[in-house]
C-alpha cells in the first residue's frame, strides 16, 4: 500500500501543475481586475510559475522516488500543454481582445497552443531530445510570454500585426526541428560540461533585476541566441 501512494506521488504533483495552469486561463479573462492587491493578468503570471516548479518536481520526485509510469508521461504532458500552451496563450489573446484593432486578430493567440500540442506530441515519440530539444521547449514559450506581456503591460502594447508577427514567429520555434536547443537540466555540475547553463542563469538573474519580469522574455531570446551558437558540449 505505502508502495502505491509513493508511486503516486509524481502524478499528484503534476496535476497541480494543471491546477494552477487551469486558474491562470481563469486570471487572463479578468485580465486587469484587482484581486488581493494584484491585477489577475500577474496572478496568471504567478500561477504559470508555480506550475513550472510543479512540472520541475514531478520529473525530480519520478526519478527519485523511481516513480516512472506511462501514465505519468501522459499527465505531464497533458498539463505542460494546459500550463505552458493555452495559458500563455489565453493571456496574450486577453491583452490583444483589450486593445483598438480588428475583432479577428486575437483568435490568432490560438496558435499558441496549437504549435504547443504540436510539439509535446513530437517530443513523446522523439528518442533524439534526452539530453537536448529539438525546437523550443513549450515551457520556454510560457516563461517568454510572461516576459512580453509584462514589458507590453509596463511600457506600450506593439500593435496587433507586430503581435502576430511575434506570435507566429515564436510558435513555429517550437516545432523547428531545425533548431537545437541545449537543455537546462543538470547531469553534473563541472563547470565546462555545463558554461552555457551557468551562462543562461546568470542572464537571467541580471535580466530580471535589471528589467524586472519582462526580464524573463529577454532572458528566452538571450536562451535561443546561446544555443544556436556552436559549442563542443
Not at 146 to 155: C, L, N, P, Q
Request: glycine share 6%; hydrophobic share 55%.
Amino acid at each position: 500500500m505505502l508502495r502505491k501512494i509513493i508511486a503516486q506521488i509524481p502524478n499528484t504533483i503534476t496535476c497541480l501543475s494543471l491546477f494552477f495552469g487551469s486558474l491562470a486561463i481563469i486570471s487572463s479573462f479578468h485580465f486587469y481586475t484587482q484581486l488581493w492587491g494584484l491585477p489577475c493578468y500577474q496572478w496568471a503570471f504567478i500561477c504559470i510559475a508555480i506550475s513550472a516548479v510543479c512540472d520541475f518536481f514531478d520529473g525530480a520526485s519520478a526519478r527519485m522516488l523511481h516513480a516512472y509510469s506511462n501514465l505519468g508521461k501522459e499527465l505531464d504532458s497533458l498539463s505542460d500543454l494546459v500550463s505552458f500552451g493555452v495559458a500563455p496563450g489565453m493571456l496574450v489573446y486577453n491583452l490583444m481582445a483589450l486593445q483598438d484593432g480588428p475583432q479577428w486578430m486575437p483568435f490568432i493567440a490560438i496558435f499558441i497552443p496549437l504549435m504547443g500540442e504540436l510539439r509535446l506530441a513530437r517530443f513523446n515519440i522523439d528518442d533524439r531530445q534526452t539530453t537536448s530539444f529539438l525546437g523550443m521547449p513549450i515551457p520556454a514559450n510560457a516563461i517568454f510570454w510572461i516576459g512580453a506581456i509584462a514589458w507590453m503591460t509596463s511600457h506600450t502594447y506593439i500593435g496587433h500585426w507586430p503581435m502576430a508577427v511575434l506570435i507566429i514567429i515564436m510558435s513555429l520555434l517550437m516545432v523547428a526541428t531545425g533548431m537545437k536547443m541545449f537543455s537546462l537540466k543538470f547531469k553534473n555540475f563541472n563547470f565546462k560540461e555545463n558554461l552555457r547553463r551557468y551562462v543562461i542563469i546568470l542572464a537571467a538573474v541580471l535580466f530580471v533585476i535589471l528589467e524586472g519580469v519582462p526580464g524573463l522574455g529577454w532572458t528566452i531570446i538571450f536562451y535561443i541566441i546561446l544555443s544556436l551558437l556552436p559549442s563542443r558540449n
